[in-house]
């Protein structure tokens, strides 16, 4: 039983540009939530995805909007990347309504 | 100030030390996480807790409800051990600590 994958395990963006940092669920896991870790910091959480929608978001801009698939798989897309987006993006995988979140291994991104 | 803090920031024990790890919290929460983060950035779970004690191996946690307080304690401390610790905040999302991050020497 596979846990939750992310992909990719690292990239490197310049100012300005996209990134699509994909990350599919524990199975069975419905409902997944994405995080950013800045160097030497906590995880700070930015939305929560179930059922397709975005059900709870964190104090990030709308250039960090996301997705969910039917599969439960999710992607998180941030635009118009600054310096300051560069960190650790972990994915974290649930059932709706439980308290246990497995979280993946992470994107690591740097943005020049 | 943030709703999550934890202290020490940072930690150097010789192997074979009791390790305590603190974390205050001032939002009403469900339950309590501790996690584990290796360089590399993977986060293992280890604990979740919501009231009392619970031990794993060398590991041990407990929170207390009324002081919103939780600490994590490791005996006979090994190099191993060696992470960055978490304590997580369950309310309507996970509120993080910055970490605590440990050596164990040799």
């Known amino acids: 039983d596979a846990g939750v994958t992310q992909s990719p395990t690292h990239l490197i963006k310049t100012r300005g540009q996209q990134v699509t940092l994909r990350c599919s669920p524990k199975s069975g896991h419905d409902t997944v939530s994405w995080y950013q870790q800045a160097l030497g910091q906590g995880p700070q959480f930015i939305f929560q995805y179930y059922e397709e929608e975005e059900r709870q978001r964190g104090n990030f801009p709308d250039r960090f909007s996301g997705h969910q698939f039917p599969n439960y798989s999710s992607e998180l897309n941030v635009n118009a990347l600054l310096l300051g987006d560069s960190a650790l993006y972990l994915c974290a995988s649930s059932l709706a309504g439980a308290e246990t979140q497995y979280f993946g291994p992470g994107t690591r991104l740097l943005v020049l | 100030k943030n709703e999550v803090e934890q202290s020490p920031q940072n930690l150097t024990a010789q192997e074979g030390e009791f390790i305590t790890i603190n974390c205050s919290y001032s939002v009403g929460i469900s339950a309590l996480h501790w996690l584990q983060q290796h360089p590399g950035g993977g986060i293992v779970s280890l604990f979740m807790?919501?009231?009392g004690k619970k031990k794993h191996g060398r590991l041990i946690a407990t929170i207390n409800i009324q002081e919103k307080h939780s600490s994590l304690h490791i005996t006979a401390s090994h190099p191993r051990d060696s992470a960055v610790y978490i304590c997580?905040?369950?309310?309507?999302?996970?509120?993080f600590g910055t970490g605590t991050r440990l050596q164990v020497f040799p």
């Open positions: 997580a905040a369950l309310s309507d999302k996970l509120i």
């Open positions: 807790l919501s009231s």
